[in-house]
C-alpha cells in the first residue's frame, strides 16, 4: 500500500504544478538505511559489537567445524561403520546442528538489543542531517530512495548525507 501512495501523491502534484514550475523544483532521493549504516557512528558500533561478540562468534565457528568433520566423517566411513555407530554418529551431528541454532538464534538476538542500543538517536541525528542538505543546498523535496525504481547519481544524496552525518559526529566528539 505505501508503495502506491508516493506515485499517487507524484502524479497530484504534477497534475497542480505547471511545467515550468516544475522545472524549478530541486529533487532528491536518499538511501536512509545506507546513509546510516555507512557513517562513522555505525561503523564503530559495528566493530564494538564484533568484539562484544567475539566469543560467541568463535564458538559458533568452532560447533560449524566440528559438525562438518563428523558429516565429512560420516560420508568417508558410513560403508564400514555399524549400525550403532552409524546411529551414535547421526545424533552427534543432530546434537551440534541442534546447538547451533539455538546458539545463533541466541547471539542474534543479542547483537539486535545492542545495536538498538548503540544506534538509539542516530534516526534524529539522520533527520538533522537532511534538514542541514535542505537549508544548505535548498531542496525541495526529498524521498526515499526505496520508492523510486530509477534514480540517477545527480539526485541521489544519499552520499551527502553520510558525509553530513560524519561532519556533525565529529563535531560533537
Request: proline share 1%; no cysteine; charged share 30%.
Amino acid at each position: 500500500m505505501r508503495n502506491y501512495i508516493l506515485p499517487a501523491t507524484l502524479s497530484a502534484l504534477l497534475m497542480f504544478v505547471s511545467v515550468s514550475a516544475f522545472a524549478e523544483v530541486k529533487v532528491a532521493f536518499v538511501n536512509a538505511q545506507r546513509a546510516i549504516l555507512e557513517s562513522e557512528e555505525a561503523r564503530r558500533a559495528q566493530a564494538q559489537i564484533a568484539e562484544e561478540f567475539k566469543g560467541e562468534q568463535d564458538e559458533i565457528g568452532r560447533l560449524r567445524s566440528q559438525g562438518a568433520e563428523l558429516v565429512q566423517r560420516a560420508q568417508k566411513d558410513g560403508e564400514v561403520m555399524s549400525d550403532a555407530e552409524k546411529r551414535k554418529l547421526s545424533n552427534q551431528i543432530r546434537e551440534i546442528e541442534k546447538d547451533l541454532q539455538y546458539l545463533a538464534e541466541k547471539l542474534q538476538t543479542k547483537v539486535q538489543e545492542r545495536q538498538n542500543e548503540l544506534l538509539t538517536g542516530i534516526d534524529v541525528k539522520f533527520n538533522k542531517a537532511v534538514e542541514a542538505l535542505v537549508l544548505s543546498e535548498d531542496y525541495d523535496i526529498i524521498l526515499p530512495r526505496e520508492n523510486a525504481i530509477y534514480v540517477g547519481d545527480f539526485y541521489d544524496i544519499t552520499r551527502k548525507v553520510t558525509e553530513k552525518l560524519n561532519e556533525m559526529d565529529r563535531a560533537a566528539n
